[in-house]
T-cell receptor, first 113, second 115 residues
Framework: SQTIHQWPATLVQPVGSPLSLECTVEGTSNPNLYWYRQAAGRGLQLLFYSVGIGQISSEVPQNLSASRPQDRQFILSSKKLLLSDSGFYLC????????????FGPGTRLLVL | AQKVTQAQTEISVVEKEDVTLDCVYETRDTTYYLFWYKQPPSGELVFLIRRNSFDEQNEISGRYSWNFQKSTSSFNFTITASQVVDSAVYFCALSETSGTYKYIFGTGTRLKVLA
């Protein structure tokens, strides 16, 4: 069966510091991968998606970036965090067509101080 | 433009009551998919159901049931005999098959089931 991992689970970072969040999927190959952000008490905002290694599509212009160095690894990065980057970051995957069901990871809670 | 509206921000019920969570969507596509997810306090989104636009049959899974009505563009979710463990935020989402691929999420409904 497929599983999706995210780490770290929780992160507290000062403004202006770099960020690296990692997501990995097990039990499948060539998944579509997604990064979402959920602000406190809000809905989900799609940040990036990837249909293959090195293929990244950005949904929202901001100071975040994403990379996919391996088939089942998706990384979310920032060179300098802003207060507004605080939130809950969720990674998701699906297989095949982009409309297929997405399955989500446990998430990373990021607090920027 | 595509849109998902969950007008109920928060609902509180007493255990064993039935509760319906509303979801209204907008899309120009004739083929699309609708989803419901549950987000418990731990934060992970748990997939509940996927329905395509050509399948209007209602679905029942244990205490959960879904009513899909294309005529009113609604995909409502009912929990029968609610339990404290049902307390969570529930999201409805839409995925179209033309143009954009991405899920459009509603803003979620927070359900509190009181013992």
């Amino acid at each position: 069966s497929q599983t999706i991992h995210q780490w770290p689970a929780t992160l507290v970072q000062p403004v202006g510091s770099p960020l690296s969040l990692e997501c990995t999927v097990e039990g499948t190959s060539n998944p579509n991968l997604y990064w979402y952000r959920q602000a406190a008490g809000r809905g989900l905002q799609l940040l990036f998606y990837s249909v293959g290694i090195g293929q990244i599509s950005s949904e929202v212009p901001q100071n975040l970036s994403a990379s996919r160095p391996q088939d089942r690894q998706f990384i979310l990065s920032s060179k300098k965090l802003l207060l507004s980057d605080s939130g809950f970051y969720l990674c998701a995957w699906n297989k095949g067509l982009l409309q297929e069901t997405q399955y989500f990871g446990p998430g990373t809670r990021l607090l920027v101080l | 433009a595509q849109k998902v509206t969950q007008a109920q921000t928060e609902i509180s019920v007493v255990e064993k009551e039935d509760v319906t969570l509303d979801c209204v969507y907008e899309t120009r596509d004739t083929t699309y998919y609708l989803f419901w997810y549950k987000q418990p306090p731990s934060g992970e989104l748990v997939f509940l159901i996927r329905r395509n636009s050509f399948d209007e049959q209602n679905e029942i899974s244990g205490r959960y049931s879904w009513n899909f009505q294309k005529s009113t563009s609604s995909f409502n979710f009912t929990i029968t005999a609610s339990q404290v463990v049902d307390s969570a935020v529930y999201f409805c989402a839409l995925s179209e098959t033309s143009g954009t691929y991405k899920y459009i999420f509603g803003t979620g409904t927070r359900l509190k089931v009181l013992a």
